[in-house]
Every structure is written in C-alpha cells, then in structure tokens.
Nanobody, 111 residues
C-alpha cells in the first residue's frame, strides 16, 4: 500500500503561481513513477505531468513551459510548480503513484 498526501492548493489570481506537494509513505520501494492529474468540473481526469525515479519527465503538451514537475527521492515527495496560472487551470489536482491516488487538492484560479 502507498499513501499519498497532497498539499499546496488554494485560490490564486490569474497570472499567479502555486506549488503543489505530494508526500508518499508506505510501500514506497514499489514506486517507479509519480505524477499529477487534474479534473475540472464536468470533465474527465487528465494527466498533467509525470516523473520517473530517474527523473525523466513527461508533460501534457498544452502545459509545457508553465508547469514543472520535480521529485525529491530522499523525501519521497513530488512537486508541481505551476506558473502563469489561468482560470482554465481550475481543477482538483490529484497525486498519482503506481496506481495509487491521493485525496486531491483544489486549485482555483480567479480571473
């Protein structure tokens, strides 16, 4: 079992920044990749970014350049730095690791 706890969501004005954190615990030895997904109201959950143990990253094309995923293996934590936020980035952001999900953290971007 892997437990994931997200933090860092909140309300921000358009153009602002937020950094999300996700701390993993439990059977962390089994984690090979971690990532972030998001789900906006009325929409399907979609991949935002992912990162492997070795640091290889993958981003959805539309977010490249604004969002950056990083990982601290010593702290078993993955981060999502979000810059130049837009109202359409409003969603619940979920941490993911090897099929496990966090509870989600709300990000709201006001115009």
């Amino acid at each position: 079992q892997v437990q994931l706890v997200e933090s860092g969501g909140g309300l921000v004005q358009a153009g602002g920044s937020l950094r999300l954190s996700c701390a993993a615990s439990g059977s962390i030895f089994s984690i090979s990749a971690m990532g972030w997904y998001r789900q906006a109201p009325g929409k399907q959950r979609e991949l935002v970014a992912a990162i492997t143990n070795g640091g290889r990253t993958n981003y959805v094309d539309s977010l490249k350049g604004r969002f950056t995923i990083s990982r601290d293996n010593a702290k078993n934590t993955v981060y999502l730095q979000m810059n130049s936020l837009k109202p359409e980035d409003t969603a619940v952001y979920y941490c993911w690791a090897n099929g496990y999900w966090g509870q989600g953290t709300q990000v709201t971007v006001s115009s």
